[in-house]
């Protein structure tokens, strides 16, 4: 083992939002917005179903998912950056190594908590570029 408390921080009630990445309330928010749009059609006009566009309710419904989604990896993101530091001195792959490198300038090394919006913001831009999976391609060949 790494050493570390059972919560996988330095020290007991330092660092645990690892665990937040779980959270069932995103999971649940998840589950409330892949019901298909097509479910919001309600027979109008004596009884029969009016052709409505549902497109642009979908349209909405899959931009909050996509950024609930990058939100998620983000903290997924963190969560696994601050497993591999931990595990140090362990010499992690070289993908893990490279997001490690991505990560480090603005998370820091683990230790006391710290205020998160600003650092899973910049976990979010990471995410959400194409720079860290270039470095990874670049890396270790195709991803795909």
């Known amino acids: 083992m790494c050493g570390c408390s059972p919560c996988g921080t330095p020290r007991r009630g330092t660092g645990a939002y690892g665990r937040v990445s779980r959270s069932s309330t995103v999971t649940f928010a998840y589950r409330r917005l892949a019901v298909p ?6 027979p109008t006009s004596g009884m029969q179903e009016d052709h409505v566009s549902m497109g642009w309710a979908a349209t909405k419904k899959l931009r909050t998912v996509l950024d609930n989604l990058t939100s998620l990896l983000a903290v997924e993101l963190i969560s696994a950056v601050r497993g591999l530091q931990l595990r140090g001195p362990l010499t992690p792959s070289p993908a893990g190594r490279l997001a490690i490198e991505a990560v480090a300038p603005f998370a820091g090394a683990p230790g006391p908590d710290v205020f998160l919006a600003p650092v899973l913001e910049k ?3 990471v995410i ?10 670049a890396e270790i060949g195709s991803l795909r």
């Open 37 to 42: 749009a097509s479910a919001d059609s309600l």
């Open 123 to 125: 976990a979010r831009e």
């Open 128 to 137: 959400a570029g194409r720079e860290l999976r270039a470095a990874i391609e």
